[in-house]
């Protein structure tokens, strides 16, 4: 594109010679209707125009079609300029008067430069979608191993059956409701998903009595929460689902299990799981006594906030419990 038909004439015949395919444009907004109409490697502008300038048809190009080369043509007084289109995505830069053998050849170096960059870029984004893809097998097998570990515990007890996929729901709601980050409730979904994994270490007629356990046999189920940490460290690689696992039997105010932590120093992931077991534990029957209805089992959350569990989960708990009705908890075992 250039405002004096010499100028053109001399290039399109140049160019033509040289075995390309040229059209040319009198001014910017005949070779933005040129563009939309046809597709080009290679815009040759002239800098300097009476109204609309090759800088605004260098903006144009290089906004709306990435994959083609702007080179502008100046005249040698204005070589600042031209330097100055550099920065701003033009390729080179050509210099009147011309040698029509050199702008053979600088145009030549442009397409070849130009084609090797949408080269890159393809393989660039290639690669970064087979990452991708390959990062989703990985997701899928990792948590096809989790859910595995999951089914095993619930084949060898009847009343975790569903009791995992529940306490995952009510976590993630109020972790929701605190405004945790979607990484952060990534962890949290993980952590629920197995929190009572170590149950696979405790015997099945504990874990199915009916009835009140001996202190021997609390004992044997109280190992389940460092076990599970114990099972899942060669899987989770991440020190705070770990942790979450580890600490689900904390209680707020001290004196839970296994090391007796008190207050913020339980993780936060440990924190929202105890309420969620809870509560979930209250709303099914256990072997030893029927469900709690969901408002009585409220209550007790209420009465123990701040001696079993943090009062701000037991807050954002309440608030956000309405989502329960729209989202039912699935399997809820009931007696009979
Ligand atoms: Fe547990």
């Keep these: 594109m250039d405002d004096e038909q010499t100028v053109r004439d001399v290039l399109n015949r140049a160019l033509v010679e040289a075995g390309y395919e040229c059209v040319v444009a009198s001014m910017v907004d005949e070779a933005l209707l040129a563009l939309q109409q046809e597709q080009f490697n290679l815009v040759l502008s002239d800098i300097l125009m009476p109204e609309k300038t090759g800088i605004d048809l260098l903006e144009a190009v290089t906004g709306n079609y990435p994959d083609i080369a ?36 600088s145009v030549r170096r442009v397409l070849d430069k130009q084609s090797l ?10 690669l970064e979608q087979k990452v991708k893809s ?17 089914d095993a515990l619930e084949a060898k007890d009847a009343y975790t059956h569903g009791h995992s996929e529940r306490v995952t729901i009510i976590a993630v709601m109020i972790s929701e409701a605190i405004g ?19 149950k696979i270490g405790v ?7 009916p009835g009140r356990l001996t202190d021997e046999e609390f004992a044997q189920v109280k190992i389940h929460s460092e076990l599970g940490e114990d099972i899942l460290r060669n899987l989770v690689r991440d020190p705070e689902v770990l942790s979450y696992v580890r600490h689900h039997h ?9 090391d ?23 709303i099914s029957d256990r072997p030893y006594r029927d469900s709690l209805p969901q408002e009585k089992a409220c209550q007790q959350l209420i009465s ?10 037991v807050d954002a708990f309440m608030c956000s419990r309405d989502k329960l009705s729209i989202c039912p908890l699935p399997n809820i075992p009931r007696a009979g």
């Design 250 to 258: 904390e209680r707020f105010g001290g004196g839970g299990y296994p």
């Design 70 to 105: 702007v080179m502008m043509v100046t005249a040698v007084s204005d070589t600042e300029t031209a330097v100055n289109t550099l920065k701003m995505g033009a390729y080179d830069y050509l210099t009147k008067p011309f040698n029509l053998e050199e702008v053979c050849i």
């Design 180 to 198: 945790m980050t979607e990484e952060e409730i990534e962890k949290v979904r993980l952590a629920g998903t197995v929190h009572d994994i170590g």
């Design 304 to 313: 123990n906030s701040g001696s079993q569990f943090d009062p701000d989960i």
């Design 134 to 150: 390959q990062t989703e097998k990985l997701r899928d097998t990792f948590m096809g191993a989790i859910m595995a570990l999951a």
């Design 117 to 126: 960059e949408i080269a890159n870029r393809e393989y660039r984004d290639h």
């Design 203 to 209: 015997p099945e007629r504990v874990l199915n009595k």
């Design 260 to 282: 007796g932590l008190s207050a913020l120093a339980i993780p936060i992931g440990a924190r929202l799981l105890a309420v969620a077991d809870a509560f979930d534990a209250m």
